[in-house]
């Protein structure tokens, strides 16, 4: 379906790499009026120019740095529509043993509290809405937010939090009728930039290739097209009755026991 999101617009966090990259992209293909947001100037004004989005550079726990973020919607479009709440981090993270305070705060601060404070800039706008129309908030977790790694204890928490932070907003936002819908999304391992990277930095890649592929029933690894695909039918109103849910999309991955 094409123009499915035409004329809406759409914030995006985290949209300079990765699956948020690709979702300025296509949601941009798809009619949408798109502000997106980063740490990295350059990459962010080279997807400006090649989309016509709208970059503002921010750190999504940056606090008072939301403000400019909510000025810019409303002075670009006066409305918001959608957003995808993308940005997080596993750097520094580590098992329950060796990480470190610093780390997991750090990690807390921007794949939840940034998350948090996405969802009450995007709310605020879309009760703003001349329409009145509400909106759809999207949560980007991780099937790491369903089964745990052990490795990597703050990732796996954080994701797992925003399973419950989806919900409780969504059954908010729908017992006050605000017409704002709240999912969050669950990807398994995906061939983003950093995937591939990891691929191509491991001793034997073939066989690193091999090890992710064969985490997920379907023997292979998602696309970012197949999660971008998932995001925009939630941003579209062929979800309008889907809230408060938790869609996975990880080719069987944490469906069954694994050997069994």
């Given amino acids: ?62 606090v008072a740095g939301w403000d400019a973020v909510k000025a810019t919607v409303r002075e670009q479009f006066g409305r918001l529509d959608i957003t995808f709440s993308n940005a997080g981090t596993n750097a520094g993270d580590s098992d329950i043993e060796t990480v470190e305070v610093d780390a997991w705060k750090n990690l807390l601060d921007i794949n939840l509290t940034g998350m948090m404070l996405a969802i009450k800039a995007s709310i605020e706008l879309m009760k703003g809405n001349p329409d009145q129309s509400g909106g759809s908030i999207i949560l980007n977790s991780s099937i790491n937010g369903i089964l745990a790694l052990a490795g990597d204890v703050t990732y796996s928490t954080t994701k797992g939090a925003l399973r419950l932070l989806a919900k409780s907003t969504a059954v908010h936002l729908a017992k006050t009728g605000t017409g704002i819908r709240c999912n969050s999304i669950h990807p398994g ?72």
């Fill in 1 to 62: 379906m094409t123009n499915r999101l035409q004329d809406k617009v759409a914030l995006i966090t985290g949209g300079t790499n990765g699956i948020g990259k690709a979702t300025v992209y296509g949601m941009t293909q798809q009619g949408a009026k798109v502000v997106f947001t980063g740490n990295n100037a350059e990459a962010g004004a080279e997807i400006a120019a090649e989309t016509g989005a709208v970059f503002v550079q921010h750190a999504v726990q940056d």
């Fill in 189 to 260: 391992v995906i061939e983003t930039p950093l995937i591939q990277g990891a691929i191509d930095g491991a001793p034997d890649p073939v066989a690193a290739r091999g090890m992710l592929e064969g985490i997920a029933p379907m023997g292979r690894l998602g696309s970012m097209e197949e999660i971008v695909s998932l995001v925009m039918y939630l941003a579209s109103d062929d979800a309008r009755f889907v809230t408060g849910s938790e869609i996975v999309i990880d080719g069987g991955s944490t469906a069954g026991l694994p050997g069994v």
